[in-house]
């Protein structure tokens, strides 16, 4: 099968707490950064009950090949967990992802919105940039966890 031949045979829709596992399995070989609460099984279906309707798949062969977790605080877009199962890079699933994403907060009346990305991700870092999301150095970024968490990361469990 060909590049085309494969993007013709793409579907997008709205993710589903029924792709959790294939979602949380492409997160974990996209090495996002995941924790024991908030990407619990639990934890995505709160998010999306939130927000049903910025959150998309793209389904290959009835496989989920790619990712993005959206939604909003009713001010705010926030994009998480963003990825393409590697073998199906460059074929602008990516940027469709983003764009069903954005059109969705649009439609929620958002003006703005922002990611995370670890500072290492080279090629995450590169593809937020290409799909027009600036660096912002006047910022630091920071949290507190309310609760005790484990963290799900190769980088992180070295």
């Keep these: 099968m060909h590049e085309g031949e494969c993007i013709n045979l793409l579907d997008y829709r709205l993710m589903t707490i029924d792709d959790y596992e294939a979602a949380y399995d492409l997160w974990i070989i996209c090495g996002n950064g995941l924790n024991d609460k ?11 009950n939130r927000n049903p309707n910025n959150s998309f798949v793209a389904v290959l062969d009835e496989k ?5 977790l959206c939604g909003h605080d009713g001010r705010r877009g926030i994009v998480h967990h963003t990825c393409v199962s590697p ?3 460059r074929m602008g699933i990516g940027h469709k992802l983003v764009n069903l994403a954005i ?3 649009k439609k929620d009346g958002i003006n703005k919105v922002l990611l995370v990305v670890f500072k290492k991700n080279e090629s995450g870092n590169a593809f937020w940039e290409s799909q027009g999301f600036t660096l912002r150095e006047d910022l630091n970024y920071r949290n507190k966890a309310l609760v005790e968490m484990i963290r799900i990361d190769p980088e992180y469990t070295k």
Excluded: F, Q, T
């Design 38 to 48: 908030d990407d619990s099984r639990e934890g995505i279906r709160k998010y999306l």
């Design 64 to 68: 989920v090949v790619g990712v993005i």
């Design 87 to 89: 073998n199906c890079r």
């Design 103 to 105: 059109d969705a907060l």
